[in-house]
């Protein structure tokens, strides 16, 4: 296959798995503690797009439940999941470092840090258009990228041992300074399991309103810099001679993802793994060129997080589990099978 | 002669350590240049000022008539190309792919690569002997190849001047020669100035109009193979007595470590 067939190939790709994503949601909206038809399912939206068909004979209730509870739930998974593995994608790019990802470095954990201090202490103003909430989530995300990368570089290299150590003890740290300000500030231990282990349980529109845009032109930024991206993995002389402005790039894609992932961590808590599982697949998947990984993983990320949040609604009767221990049981033991893999490079 | 490459005075320091003392150096348009020395004599170190990945602490560079760092990095990717000593292949890509991103500095920023990038990059293949190649993860290809694919990306560049770095220093003999013989095709055919650091004082000598032979960060002697390569100049800077040999084939003699 050449270039041009594979680019081709390439949309065909994304159109499918933007198939699959539609099915997923279709299914996942008819799961979960009240089970509804997926004929209901489609006849409510069939009616909500001004086909006059009669749907009086379904119940109020579960009308309410498609519409106002689990589609914007299924909506919000979709656009963090995809946040959550472009920016894993990015990190793992511009580290070339298969194990980056938001989570493993600590910087949704950062980014929960600096939301969590913006709820505590009620700073709840709009500043410049964002709310302070994001606004601090942001700050936190891009100060703990900051203090992972400065600790992880030797030189011009980035140390895998330090990256995941600084990482972790980022994660544990800050994990536990936003579980004790809400202990101080009477927050019930459900609340805290929730906001440190990530849950789409208060998905609304309102929400989703809030961090469409954002993740709209954060991925937009990224997509304009993937071309450097593919040469920036391939060396970072080798791409400075090839007339990329190397650190100017890595800058800005740390800036971007900050932002992405404030605003998706802002509206679910902290969800892990998605980032690392992802890319790397569709990485083996799909090849390595940023301008094709990018939205694949978008839709990938967007599949995996909808799939796990269904699971994490449905799988215990009448109960919620986190969505980040599901991603966690996933994501866990393919951590661990990648540091296997990498454990020569490693030491 | 035009110059391709014109330094004048270059000092660099790492902290406090001159690693380069005063330079200067004129390199011809199109000719072929080997720069000799021994380990941390300041081969590599010359050769990173002069693609600017180092900047020196003092001193200038000219290329085609410009100072280096008057280029825009995307201008001075289409004047020069290099290949470095080791290119990651962390991240797996298909041949082709690596060889199209040489036209990074002529795609703007929200094109894609056009036909003519593409025909562009298949003749760069062509000439390295890459082509059959492309299809290829270039994690799946011999070093051998693999450098031959970096020239290829070089190429694509549509560069006047290619610089290498130790291209053939992890290669068996055969690929040593043969990356040595595709440069000089290169040279001689399309007329590109090549400068590249060696460590094989033979294979320098058979292919290179020009030799530097460097040592502790100065310039020893600069010139032709012959005039550069004598005994006294080896015993001075690798400390080893060698005989020089004529060999018929080879307009340039052999040296042999005694």
Redesign the interface.
Known sequence: ????ER?KWNRLYIGILLCILVFVSLFAITQGSVKIPVSDVFRVFVHRLNYPNDISDIKGSHIFIIENIRLPRIVMASIVGGVLSIVGASFQ?IF???MADPFVMGVSSGAAFGATMGIAFGLTTNLFGFGTISTLAFLGALGTVFIVYSLARVGTRISTTSILLAGIVMNSLLTSIISLVMIINQDDIARIVTWTMGSFNGASWDQIAKIVLPSLIGFVLLM?KA?DL??I???E??A??????VELTKKLILIYSSFLIAFSVAVSGIIGFVGLIIPHLF?IVF???H?TLLPVSFFGGAIFLTISDTLARSLVPNMEVPVGIITAVFGGPFFLYLLSKNKKNMV | MVAAIQIENLKFKYDEDDVLKYINLHVPKGSFVSILGPNGSGKTTLLKNVCHLLKPYEGQIVISDQLVERFKSKELAKEMAVVHQSASTEFDFNVEDVVLMGRFPYIKKFQSESLEDIAIATESMKKTSTLHLKHKTIKGISGGERQRVMIARALTQEPQILLLDEPISHLDIKYQLEILKLCKALNVENHLTIITTLHDINLATRFSDYIILMNHGEIVEIGKPFEVMTKENIKKVYEVDVAIVKIDQFENPMIIPL
Do not use: H, Q, T
């Not at chain 1, 296959?1 to 041009?4: H, P, T």
């Open positions: 296959m050449n270039f041009i680019r790019a070339k470092n298969p304009l071309r593919n040469a993995v391939m060396g002389e080798d400075k001679n090839m007339g990329v402005n990485r090849g390595a060129d301008r």
